[in-house]
């Protein structure tokens, strides 16, 4: 069975159990619906229901049936909330690390600048990990001001760096 990644747990939010999420889907509205229950990872912290799903100052807060409280809410930080692949609706936005890996790195003018190496889960943004053509790593946040286009059929993914930023040295 193939999981998909719909959010990761953040820290607890309030005293009655809630926690905030890293959302990992263009359709939290649909993916969060209360009495929805969640697979995770690792497996021993779910199986997870849904109690309450609210936006508090941008920010998904949701709670769970099997967390009451802020000590509970704390012991699930950093699980990942998944669904079955075959429920995934095709998120034209949604990308996972298997499909990105291997892709071709180039910029807006269509020149090499490397091949994705790896796809870094990161609590602000995720960075896309570059080996480029002269072998050293660079990073790229995967945003979409800075990464315009993914094409998984076409084997690319197109750049808009700014200026110094591959340039950086290796940390």
Request: no cysteine.
């Given at each position: 069975m193939n999981d998909v990644v719909v959010a990761r747990i953040g820290k607890p939010h309030g005293l009655k159990g809630e926690v905030t999420v890293r959302v990992h889907t263009d359709a939290p509205d649909q993916r969060f619906v209360v009495g929805e229950t969640f697979r995770t990872d690792p497996a021993a912290k779910g199986p997870l229901t849904l109690r309450t799903h609210r936006v508090h100052n941008g920010i998904h807060l949701l709670a769970f049936d099997e967390?009451?409280?802020?000590t509970a809410a704390e012991g699930l930080r950093g699980t990942?909330?998944?669904i079955d692949a075959q429920d995934?609706?095709?998120e034209d936005d949604a990308w996972y690390a298997d499909d990105l890996i291997g892709l071709s790195v180039v910029d807006t003018d269509g020149a090499q600048l490397g091949t994705v190496v790896e796809l870094h889960d990161r609590p602000a943004q995720d960075l896309l990990e570059v080996r480029l053509v002269s072998?050293?790593?660079?990073?790229?946040p995967f945003v979409e001001q800075l990464v315009p286009e993914v094409d998984i059929d076409g084997g690319r993914i197109v750049v808009d760096p700014p200026p110094g930023l591959l340039d950086l040295p290796e940390s």
């Open positions: 967390a009451a409280d802020r990942q909330l998944l995934d609706d095709g072998g050293r790593i660079g990073y790229v």
